[in-house]
Each structure stands twice: as structure tokens, then as C-alpha cells.
T-cell receptor, first 114, second 111 residues
Framework: GQNIDQPTEMTATEGAIVQINCTYQTSGFNGLFWYQQHAGEAPTFLSYNVLDGLEEKGRFSSFLSRSKGYSYLLLKELQMKDSASYLCAVRALNYGGATNKLIFGTGTLLAVQP | DTEVTQTPKHLVMGMTNKKSLKCEQHMGHRAMYWYKQKAKKPPELMFVYSYEKLSINESVPSRFSPECPNSSLLNLHLHALQPEDSALYLC??????????FGEGSRLTVL
């Protein structure tokens, strides 16, 4: 089975840096994704890690440690528009390794304040 | 074209009705997904189609019936739903690198 945990809510200040953590326990791990979801909208892809280390993409960076079952998303130079839910999602191969499942974590609601 | 299109955007139905949700993508992706999302909760996986064949069913009740007529289309047929099935139903297609592209969703209300 899968177990993916994130903090429920976080608050940060415009212009600051915030780190959103994700811990997971899963069988057949095959990569970790971060998605952003604004209220009432569809999730949109932010980043992908399959190997250990840091992936940087503009103001967003994501880190993965497979041995620790841990990832974080780092958001720099926060803007008001970054207020959204951030979803950690683990890709796992199903039985037989034929198909990828993408299972979402509990999500973190980030509020950016002036 | 990098869109996943879902129709209808909103649907209200009674518990005895039969309705369908539709999803379409023209990105050439060969895997498509249905997720259910309740308010303030993450999306929950329901079904995965890979190369037009059902490859994953996450123990979804039979009142939800998926169908993949071709590689661009995915339907979700609804029959005899319960009020607790009211939710946002999200369709997604998967790029070769594993990234999912989501549609805007169909917001379902069951009376």
C-alpha cells in the first residue's frame, strides 16, 4: 500500500522562502511529482524527481531522498499568486509492473500573506 | 494542443438517473486516468486505462463504469449514484515521462 504525508497548512510571507515536506512509504516506487492546485482548478505539474537530489526550475526546486522516503518542494521569492494547495504524488508500478499509478498525498494548503 | 477537455463542467443528477462524463485529449498520450476529488481533499485514483485497456480499478463501485472508445476519448458512465458520490471528477492523460495533464474537471452533484 501507499502512505503519503504532508503538513495540512502553512503560512508564509510574500518575498520569503517556504519549504513543503512530503514523506512517503510505498511499494514499487517509480518517481515523485509535485503539483499545484488553485481552488476550483485542476492540478498543474510543477516538478518530477526519480533520482536522489535537487531539481531546480525557476523559483521552484524539489528534492528527493529515496532511502529516507522524503521529498520537499522549495518555493523562493513567494508571490501572492503562489497561494494554493501543493500536492506531493508518488508514482508506483502496480502488480506486474505494467502500469503506473499516481497516488496523491494529503496536500498542503499554502497561504501567502503580504 | 496541450489540453485535456472534460464535459460537462457541471452535472446535477438524481439517484435513479444515468449520465456520462466525457474526457478528450489530442496529445497522443496512451494512458488516461479518472480521479475523484472531494472538497479540501487530494484526488483519489479511480481507474487507469493504458493503450485503451483498463489496467487499474481501485475497487470502485460498479455504479461507476469507465469506457475508452479510442486513444483520445475516455468516458465515465454513472448509474444509481448516491449523494456521497458528489465530487469533482478529474480526467488526466499521461505523457511518456510520467507527467499527468489534468482536465478542469466535472463537478457532479447527486440529489
Amino acid at each position: 500500500g501507499q502512505n503519503i504525508d504532508q503538513p495540512t497548512e502553512m503560512t508564509a510571507t510574500e518575498g520569503a522562502i517556504v519549504q513543503i515536506n512530503c514523506t512517503y512509504q510505498t511499494s514499487g516506487f517509480n518517481g515523485l511529482f509535485w503539483y499545484q492546485q488553485h481552488a476550483g482548478e485542476a492540478p498543474t505539474f510543477l516538478s518530477y524527481n526519480v533520482l536522489d537530489g535537487l531539481e531546480e526550475k525557476g523559483r521552484f526546486s524539489s528534492f528527493l531522498s529515496r532511502s529516507k522516503g522524503y521529498s520537499y518542494l522549495l518555493l523562493k521569492e513567494l508571490q501572492m499568486k503562489d497561494s494554493a494547495s501543493y500536492l506531493c504524488a508518488v508514482r508506483a508500478l502496480n502488480y506486474g509492473g505494467a502500469t503506473n499509478k499516481l497516488i496523491f498525498g494529503t496536500g498542503t494548503l499554502l497561504a501567502v500573506q503580504p | 494542443d496541450t489540453e485535456v477537455t472534460q464535459t460537462p463542467k457541471h452535472l446535477v443528477m438524481g439517484m435513479t438517473n444515468k449520465k456520462s462524463l466525457k474526457c478528450e485529449q489530442h496529445m497522443g498520450h496512451r494512458a488516461m486516468y479518472w480521479y475523484k476529488q472531494k472538497a479540501k481533499k487530494p484526488p483519489e485514483l479511480m481507474f487507469v486505462y493504458s493503450y485503451e485497456k483498463l489496467s487499474i480499478n481501485e475497487s470502485v463501485p460498479s455504479r461507476f463504469s469507465p469506457e475508452c472508445p479510442n486513444s483520445s476519448l475516455l468516458n465515465l458512465h454513472l448509474h444509481a449514484l448516491q449523494p456521497e458520490d458528489s465530487a469533482l471528477y478529474l480526467c488526466a492523460s499521461r505523457k511518456g515521462t510520467g507527467e499527468l495533464f489534468f482536465g478542469e474537471g466535472s463537478r457532479l452533484t447527486v440529489l
